[in-house]
């Protein structure tokens, strides 16, 4: 068995990932999660919002025809019940913790919401996100880390000038904020718009970072609804960009 090249107990600075939903911490944040894994630091990503509102539960109850499925689901046929919100919520948060683990993130590493708040379930968790939340989660984080001894903590989180609300709630909440260490991801199509510079990536470590980027993806589009499977990811949104090794973008104060 080959070694894993991420360290299984980092020992440099914490870095937090504010993600608004299940998957936008690998559309936009995959390889700038995997480069710092791979650099030993102690990456942590934080979900911010339940995920239950997406317009895929529709599509998997086949109320609705797929255009990545290439048609229509029959859930009795294929032998699953029709998702709950609060089940397709679960589906899609068991993905996120799949794919954070291909990024370097152990489970142990993925948290929903607050850091004062254990024990908290994904529907715990807001449908939406508003600036005021989106400050007491990450304020949360950074007492979480000062009562542990560290001064410096990098936050990253997506862009104030996103299209989506959730988005643009937690990249403001950022921005008004202001620690000393903080830096915004943006969507590739915003990233003239936002200035945002692409993230360079080593050379000695581009190869895994892309490598890692790609399986996180496709924990994404995992069908096996026996398993509770139900590739919410990509019924939900194209991968185009962790499949084909497309660059992340990010802005810097």
């Not at 990545?68 to 397709?88: I, K, N, T, V």
């Not at 990249?171 to 360079?200: C, F, H, I, M, N």
């Amino acid at each position: 068995m080959p070694a894993d090249p991420v360290p299984a107990a980092p020992t440099g600075r914490p870095i937090v990932f504010y993600s608004p939903h299940q998957d936008d911490e690998t559309l936009f944040m995959g390889q700038v999660i995997a480069r710092h894994a791979l650099a030993n630091r102690e990456v942590h990503v934080v979900l911010c919002s339940n995920g239950s509102t997406s317009g895929a539960r529709a599509l998997i109850n086949g109320d609705d025809d797929s255009y990545w499925w290439g048609g229509y689901h029959y859930p009795p046929r294929e032998g699953y019940a029709p998702l709950s919100a609060a089940e397709f919520a679960e589906a899609r948060t068991r993905e996120l913790v799949a794919a954070c683990a291909q990024l370097g993130v152990p489970a142990s590493r993925v948290h929903l919401g607050r850091a004062d708040a254990p024990g908290t379930s994904t529907m715990d968790l807001p449908d939406g996100i508003t600036t005021t939340w989106a400050t007491q989660v990450m304020q949360s984080w950074a007492s979480h880390f000062t009562a542990l001894g560290w001064s410096s903590v990098g936050h990253y989180t997506m862009w104030w000038g996103d299209n989506h609300s959730d988005h643009a709630a937690l990249g403001s909440a950022l921005q008004a904020w202001a620690p000393s260490d903080r830096r915004w991801l943006v969507k590739p199509e915003q990233a003239s718009t936002a200035g945002a510079g692409v993230y360079g990536l080593p050379s000695t470590s581009a190869a895994m970072i892309l490598q890692m980027a790609r399986r996180a993806g496709g924990c994404y589009r995992a069908w096996q609804p026996g398993a509770g499977c139900f590739a919410c990811g990509y019924h939900s949104v194209g991968f185009d960009g962790p499949e084909d090794g497309n660059p992340n973008y990010l802005v810097a104060p």
